[in-house]
């Protein structure tokens, strides 16, 4: 599903909307346009078709939730800065691990809101705006707990090893995820080794377990 309006006043910052749920999307929208400082010129249910419509409408900020079909939020928002380096890109999530926030960060993504705390995300876009970061406070925590304890040393898992650990999550072999990911068993091993290992379990179990907290898979 797609859906783009015309090009907004050059006086206002245009918005993408993408989320899989169109009541989110509605609420999301209603708030944006009740300031004069944005216009939504378009609505997307999935990262693949955001990748489409950005590059039709050409918006300023793309406001996007993490867990959505096809195509998820950190690969997308990856794919929309590789792309279009002048773009920003906001997380709306329900979300807060420290996992999701390192990853989006690395992806590109400037802004980062919790959907309980959407009284913020106005606050979010206009800080992009201006080309500065905003975390919304219970994201700020999560900053803070994991630079404040100095017993977490464990790195955050790189695009890869997300990628097995979610084929892992999902019930796929070695062998499988080799075959999806087009490397071999071998590296596929390596990979999830090391994620085994940076997240501090030595089980399919507990990857799967690391995977649901962390929204690498649906729930």
């Not at 993408?16 to 609505?43: A, M, W």
Request: charged residues 25%.
């Amino acid at each position: 599903m797609m859906h783009s309006n015309s090009r907004a006043s050059s006086a206002t910052k245009t918005v993408l909307i993408v989320d899989d749920h169109p009541v989110v999307r509605r609420g999301v929208r209603t708030l944006i346009e009740s300031t004069s400082e944005f216009d939504v010129v378009g609505e997307a249910d999935n990262g693949f078709d955001a990748i489409e419509l950005v590059e039709q409408v050409g918006p300023d900020i793309v406001l996007m939730d993490l867990s959505m079909p096809v195509l998820g939020g950190i690969d997308t928002a990856a794919e929309l800065r590789r792309r279009f380096p002048g773009l920003e890109v906001v997380i709306f999530t329900l979300h807060q691990g420290e996992q999701q926030l390192a990853d989006a960060t690395a992806a590109g993504a400037r802004g980062y809101v919790c959907k309980s705390e959407s009284d913020h995300l106005v606050p979010a876009l206009q800080a992009v705006a201006r080309g500065e970061a905003y975390f919304s406070p219970a994201v700020s925590e999560t900053q803070t707990q994991q630079s404040g304890d100095e017993a977490w040393d464990r790195r955050p898992l790189t695009l890869r090893e997300r990628q097995v650990v979610k084929f892992v999550a999902e019930g796929q072999s070695n062998k499988g995820i080799a075959r999806l990911l087009k490397i071999s068993v071998k590296t596929c091993e390596t990979h999830r080794s090391a994620a085994m290992r940076k997240t501090g379990t030595n089980s399919a179990s507990g990857l799967t377990l690391y995977a649901a907290r962390n929204g690498l898979v649906e729930v």
